[in-house]
């Protein structure tokens, strides 16, 4: 294995390692929308809020956060990026690298923040469309 595919394959776990903690994030932030907002989806479904339309509202929901996670992320991570890159290399290595910017990883950062979020939204989603109307109603 030659440096390029070790190099690739590090590259993949923390792909990975960002796409699942980017998950569990929006998952617990969402179970606590969840539980913050129980009696007034209790109520919205008493009025005649449907399923469908509790699920079409949680994953807009999700669908928005995730983007919006990921178009903050974007300029946080190039900023970040080209700090490591001109000023900790110099100053720690005496040396810097080339930066190479291309528009595709940060296309893929996007879809992939929008994709996690809404696949975190599946079980709050869930729960919430399960949920006794009288029963939400009454939490407080």
């Given amino acids: 294995m030659d440096v390029f595919d070790?190099?690739?394959?590090?590259t993949q776990a923390l792909q990975l390692l960002a796409t699942l903690v980017a998950f569990i994030g929006v998952l617990s932030a969402l179970l606590s929308l969840e539980l913050e907002r129980q009696r007034e989806l209790g109520i919205?479904?008493?009025v005649?809020?449907?399923v469908r339309q509790l699920w079409g509202l949680v994953m807009l929901e999700t669908g928005l956060l995730g983007t919006v996670a990921g178009v903050l992320a974007i300029?946080?991570?190039y900023v970040l990026s080209l700090i490591l890159v001109y000023i900790i290399n110099r100053r720690s290595f005496g040396w810097?690298?080339?930066?190479?910017?291309l528009p595709e990883p940060f296309l893929q950062a996007l879809v992939l923040s929008v994709m996690a979020a809404l696949l975190a939204g599946i079980y709050p989603a869930w729960r919430m469309s399960r949920m006794a109307t009288a029963e939400a109603m009454r939490f407080e």
């Fill in 48 to 50: 005649g809020l449907t």
């Fill in 75 to 77: 300029p946080t991570g």
């Fill in 6 to 10: 070790r190099t690739f394959a590090i």
């Fill in 96 to 101: 810097t690298l080339q930066m190479q910017i």
């Fill in 44 to 46: 919205l479904r008493a």
